[in-house]
């Protein structure tokens, strides 16, 4: 009986000394991600300013080029 109690305990020990580990893994896992989004988006947001800026640069000159 006092091997089982004793196999038990360090079980449990061991189970809740890894539980800790996995959290900031799956943390820095989901930093990683939040990073990765973040980053596409802040791309793609310059994309599109800088083809609405070449967009309306473009319409102003056929404008202008008709007026004249």
Known sequence: M???LLV???GSFAACNSSSSTESKVDSTVK???DSVTAVVDSAKATIDSAATAAKDSLKA???SVKK
């Open 2 to 4: 006092k091997k089982l």
């Open 8 to 10: 038990l305990a360090i």
């Open 62 to 64: 056929k404008v202008d």
């Open 32 to 34: 990683a991600a939040t």
